[in-house]
């Protein structure tokens, strides 16, 4: 961060309720919509629609190198392609994203059922839990374990693990995350070398496929193809308890919704999109600029991190209409930026979307009805969302 004093504008922690944080985004985006906190050494937020996405669509001036999120890892480890700027990023998409195509995932969705089920019956079984901290932390895990083509007993102790490191990177507990890391790091090397060893198909197996990749004629390096494994066993456990959390919740106060998807259930995608819009589970990852930029009147300069908070995107008035009521039929709801845009686009996007589908229908199709009970837990930075909601439910 450079040395020059600027005004602070909001408190990143003030709050973890995810109605606040909205709120505090809605107060932003109309009295200072590029907005700079002292928080973690400082960092800008760009917090508008056309803002956010021009910037990330401008992956040569904002750049990912430096800093992908704030807060980062404390230990200030760099894995790719978060981490990683194109052309030396691109290598490592173009292997993983052979493994997500729609003919892959359509053969892995009659497993992911199965285990989604699986995951649900303890809830089903006791008449309601944490659908979050529960349902939503194992299932995800057992859909990174057929992804990468894990050994089943992978599975829990991914989950718990990745559990943990999330809790520790939160509140930069740099013992912890180094500990947890490890025990993820240990998983990605076995997998290496089991892969070097015994190679899958490249469409099929993502460690096979980085393994398999060219940059300029030449291998990756492993110590980075390790690193990105890495990478791929946090990322796909970081958000989806959360969504499925923060989606149980809205459902659990809107009967009329549940009961309405429940009877047609071939509505669930497009509500699924709606859902994503309104309850995006970051506060923004992080760019660097290479040269000072102004944006809405204010200059940014070189080193100082500005967070793209895709989740204030998506409720910005001047793109979605009563962008904070939920709309089944909204016009536009592909728009919305939970994903991301540009280069860094999240690569998992078409899994997580198959994962939370598969969810939502497992859940509405094995209960007759679900209420919320109890207080909720909302994510810390830089996460926003419901990471623990209890559930009272009645099976079908």
Avoid at 110 to 139: K, N, Y
Wanted: hydrophobic share 40%.
């Amino acid at each position: 961060m450079s040395t020059r004093t600027i005004t602070q504008d909001f408190d990143p922690s003030a709050t973890d309720d995810p109605v606040d944080i909205h709120t505090l985004y809605r107060e932003l985006r109309e009295r200072c919509p590029v907005a700079y906190s002292d928080a973690y050494g400082g960092f800008w937020a760009l917090t508008t629609y056309p803002e956010i996405k021009a910037a990330a669509m401008d992956d040569r001036t904002f750049i990912s190198s430096v800093k992908a999120v704030v807060p980062s890892d404390p230990r200030g480890l760099r894995r790719p392609p978060l981490n990683f700027d194109a052309p030396d990023h691109t290598p490592f998409r173009k292997a993983l994203d052979a493994t997500l195509s729609r003919r892959r995932l359509e053969r892995l969705e009659p497993r992911l059922r199965e285990h989604a089920a699986e995951s649900l019956e303890p809830l089903l079984a006791r008449g309601g839990g944490d659908i979050a901290q529960e349902f939503g932390a194992i299932f995800p895990a057992w859909v990174t374990t057929e992804w990468l083509n894990l050994d089943a007993e992978t599975a829990p102790v991914l989950a718990e693990t990745a559990a943990s490191w999330v809790r520790a990177w939160r509140s930069q507990d740099a013992g912890v995350v180094n500990e947890m890391s490890g025990k993820m790091y240990g998983i990605a090397r076995a997998l290496v070398a089991d892969r070097r060893e015994n190679p899958r198909p490249v469409d099929e197996d993502p460690a096979s496929s980085l393994l398999a990749e060219r940059a300029d004629g030449l291998p990756l390096d492993e110590e980075q193809i390790v690193g990105a494994l890495r990478q791929s066993l946090v990322v796909g456990m970081v958000a989806p308890p959360i969504v499925i959390g923060s989606i149980a919740a809205h459902l659990g106060e809107d009967q009329e919704l549940q009961e309405r998807l429940r009877r047609n259930p071939e509505l669930i995608p497009e509500a699924l999109e709606e859902f994503l819009r309104l309850y995006a589970p970051y506060r923004g990852f992080a760019r660097t600029v290479v040269e000072p930029v102004t944006v809405l009147g204010r200059e940014i300069l070189p080193n100082e991190p500005v967070t793209l908070t895709y989740a204030s995107a998506n409720r910005d008035a001047s793109v979605f209409e009563d962008p904070d009521e939920f709309r089944l039929d909204r016009p536009n709801v592909h728009d919305h930026m939970a994903f991301g845009r540009g280069r860094h686009r999240c690569p998992g996007a078409p899994m997580a979307r198959l994962l939370l589908c598969i969810a939502l229908e497992e859940l509405l199709a094995r209960t007759t009805s679900f209420r919320r009970t109890g207080e909720m837990e909302g994510a810390r930075m830089p996460e926003l969302g419901i990471v623990s909601s209890r559930i009272e439910l009645e099976r079908a």
